[in-house]
């Protein structure tokens, strides 16, 4: 609840729900078993969170407000996790198949790789980010990781030390890369008017749409398409760049004042 930018963001109305509610019912069709666990703060300003986790029967996690790689680290040590599914609350657009895609690269390459995600380097839209990594490797970065920005965003000292890790990537297999031109995550009000609308144009008639229902709408509507345009290719990198040895300027944009 305490974004900067869009407070309470997770809470806004979709469809007569939270935007966390629609969330959680797309992160519920996935094939692959996973417990399913939201990881809040523990400030005052989180209770509703909290309430609200409860309302939807998934367990909550109360942690550090700004570690959260404590947080994800906690939370897995309590839910004797043998590997961590991490998906960011900002991502209510998820598509669930893109989550099995990375689940299925995990299995069937079980025991080779102690990271896999879909965002080193992205190609999906921006607002499909899966990562999974095993306990032990979560555990090692616990225990190492020191710079804020490695606890702000729990997996940093991961994929900045191929070295010590065993890394894998999954991409979009049509061979695209929209990860900087089309933006399906919230951080803008703008955000929260695409996924309002995309959800009101697609759910009613398929709840379970993917990413290529969203890109096919796009192509007809590109009315929507625009509606964030402008933050297409924004997200927490822009800050960091110069701390950042793995990330490259054309990953990121920077917001004109």
Known sequence: M?????????????????????????????????????????????????QESSKIDIPCFRGSLNNLLDRHYQVAKQYNADIVLKIPSDCPLIDPQIIDQVLDFYFEHQGQFEFVSNLHPATFPDGNDVEIMTMACIEKTWKEATRQLELEHTTPYIWENPDKFRIANVAWSTGNDFSMSHRFTIDYQADYEFIKTVFEELYPSKPNFSCEDILVLLEKRPDIYQINSEYSGVNWYRNHLGELKTITPDQTKTIAS
């Open 2 to 50: 305490s974004s900067s930018r869009l407070p309470g963001k997770v809470m806004l109305p979709i469809l007569g729900e939270s935007l966390l509610f629609r969330m959680i019912e797309r992160l519920k069709m996935i094939r692959h078993e996973a417990q399913i666990v939201i990881a809040t703060s523990e400030e005052a300003g989180d209770d509703i969170i909290e």
